[in-house]
């Protein structure tokens, strides 16, 4: 929800500490967005940040990981603040990336959630324990 809806580490900070001031006293949910990503890196739930052009055309990895512009675009990797678009040091590395992609590996998910025995007998349901009699009773159907 925070990804898809834009908020900010300090609006999820305050949303954390809201339910855990809800929840009982001795809950373990972190307190704030800070120690929240650091339990999700120990479960193996990583992610990469990935250099992205502004107009969504390429990644900056594999042959254009060294690349400051664009090639096909000619636009900057960077954030350009507007007295710098006149400037003549147009492959100037400084500053923000103008965007990112935040890739989070399945595998690792996948890892995470099929170590449960019970989880993994729930996940497999559609294919293992479903009734196939030619009626449509599930979307799987």
């Not at 103008?98 to 449960?116: D, E, G, M, Q, T």
Request: aromatic fraction near 10%; hydrophobic fraction near 30%; proline fraction near 5%.
């Amino acid at each position: 929800m925070k990804a898809r809806y834009g908020w900010s580490d300090k609006s999820f900070t305050s949303l954390l500490e809201v339910v855990h001031n809800l929840l009982p006293e001795d809950n373990m949910l972190p307190k704030n967005y800070y120690k929240a990503k650091k339990i999700l890196c120990l479960m193996g739930m990583k992610y990469q940040k990935i250099h992205v052009c502004p107009n969504d055309c390429i990644l900056y990895r594999h042959e254009f990981q060294e690349m400051s512009k664009c090639p096909i675009y000619g636009t900057s990797r960077y954030k350009v603040k507007d007295e710098e678009e006149s400037s003549s040091d147009e492959n100037s590395n400084k500053g923000p990336t103008a965007k990112v992609l935040w890739y989070l590996p399945i595998i690792s998910r996948f890892k995470c959630l099929f170590a449960n025995e019970d989880d993994a007998k729930d996940l497999t349901w559609h294919a293992n324990g479903r009734i196939s009699d030619g009626m449509v009773c599930h979307p799987a159907d």
